[in-house]
């Protein structure tokens, strides 16, 4: 397990019927797991779902939405430049434009990693106002970045 792991076990011994075992494996990048098992399909299928909807409400949604829908995004940002780059006069204007068209696919590509996936407390939590607030800036990040390079695009093409 790593530094930003955590699993919750629980195994229950069934009257002759062998073990009824719930693990969650909740991860700070990499997608959260969770493995039910038992002898009792109804019981097995109940606990899990169970179990995802209480995970899926503590879920950061904006974390998940970048991570669902990222991989679309950057491509079109990419796609978006190169239809674009073309009507940029000068080489040096088309080179600022690819470096900040990178910077930006390189911020969304990393940001991805910088928040966790869910987050469940056992206690009152006492969160800065960053982390409280971490999927409204990872927004407004990724739009600001994106307005700079539609300024950049906007900017070249009057020329």
């Not at 719930?22 to 969770?34: E, S």
Request: hydrophobic share 50%.
């Amino acid at each position: 397990m790593s530094y930003y792991e955590v699993r919750v076990a629980a195994n229950e011994p069934a009257v002759q019927s062998g073990n009824s075992t719930v693990v969650v494996t909740l991860k700070r990048n990499d997608p959260n797991i969770l493995y039910v098992s038992g002898y009792n399909r109804v019981w097995v299928e109940g606990k899990a779902a169970q179990i995802e909807t209480f995970l899926r409400h503590h879920q950061s949604q904006g974390v998940d939405k970048v991570r669902r829908y990222g991989n679309w995004l950057n491509s079109a940002i990419f796609m978006a430049m190169l239809a674009f780059l073309p009507s940029v006069p000068s080489i040096r204007q088309r080179l600022e434009v690819v470096v900040w068209v990178f910077v930006l696919l390189m911020v969304l590509m990393y940001s991805w990693k910088l928040f966790a996936n869910t987050v469940v407390y056992l206690r009152v939590p006492k969160l800065a106002w960053y982390q409280k607030q971490s999927g409204v800036l990872l927004v407004f990040l990724e739009v600001g970045l994106s307005a700079w390079i539609a300024y950049l695009v906007q900017k070249f093409l009057r020329h």
